[in-house]
Antibody
Framework: QVTLRESGPALVKPTQTLTLTCTFS??????????VSWIRQPPGKALEWLAL???????YYSTSLKTRLTISKDTSKNQVVLTMTNMDPVDTATYYC?????????WGQGTLVTVSS | EIVLTQSPGTLSLSPGERATLSCRAS???????LAWYQQKPGQAPRLLIY???SRATGIPDRFSGSGSGTDFTLTISRLEPEDFAVYYC?????????FGQGTKLEIK
């Protein structure tokens, strides 16, 4: 079955770079049309789309966060990595990764990242 | 960037009632790229509707989606206790995805 799991630090300091890893199983990111995306949700707030990488290694980023984000994949390890630079307390959120095969049909459980000194 | 505005912000209804949730886009959205998600506290979102009107796998038929252009609707025909949650619409266009701000469906 399809599963995704996010991992990374629970706490980062302001100005640091956040690196999150999405480890998945049950599908291959080499399959035509397959994508993995990152979405975040500040506590008590709405979902915010961050980035997406597809099977062909094309990458798409939120316009508002594009300068701070990098998404990459390691197909052999079934992993997708998101880095976000210059972290700020407003970036405190639960970060989700999701499989996108036409639609966001499978999601990880999310990982809470707190930005604080 | 296309902005999605959901209304109402909060909807208070009783089990058995009909719920109608609205999602309005700042510019026309392809119906193929309009989806609805349900999120319960402490859980990840769950895909309900894709392509504006197609139910995802395992979604009960009391959930239905409709609309086109800039106006889309999620309808829950008869509310069950497990339907009280937050609902988000999402669109894809110009290499960007955006979500609405959500509608909280609460028990009256």
């Amino acid at each position: 079955q399809v599963t995704l799991r996010e991992s990374g630090p629970a706490l980062v300091k302001p100005t640091q770079t956040l690196t999150l890893t999405c480890t998945f199983s049950g599908f291959s990111l080499s399959t035509s049309g397959m994508c993995v995306s990152w979405i975040r949700q500040p506590p008590g707030k709405a979902l915010e789309w961050l980035a997406l990488i597809d099977w062909d290694d094309d990458k798409y980023y939120s316009t508002s966060l594009k300068t701070r984000l990098t998404i990459s994949k390691d197909t052999s390890k079934n992993q997708v990595v998101l880095t976000m630079t210059n972290m700020d307390p407003v970036d405190t959120a639960t970060y989700y990764c999701a499989r996108v095969y036409g639609d966001y049909d499978y999601w990880g459980q999310g990982t809470l990242v707190t930005v604080s000194s | 960037e296309i902005v999605l505005t959901q209304s109402p912000g909060t909807l208070s209804l009783s089990p058995g009632e009909r719920a109608t949730l609205s999602c309005r886009a700042s510019q026309s959205v392809s119906s193929s790229y309009l989806a609805w998600y349900q999120q319960k506290p402490g859980q990840a979102p769950r895909l309900l509707i894709y392509g504006a009107s197609s139910r995802a796998t395992g979604i009960p038929d009391r959930f239905s989606g409709s609309g086109s252009g800039t106006d889309f609707t999620l309808t829950i025909s008869r509310l069950e206790p497990e339907d009280f949650a937050v609902y988000y619409c999402q669109q894809y266009g110009s290499s960007q995805y955006t979500f609405g701000q959500g509608t909280k469906l609460e028990i009256k």
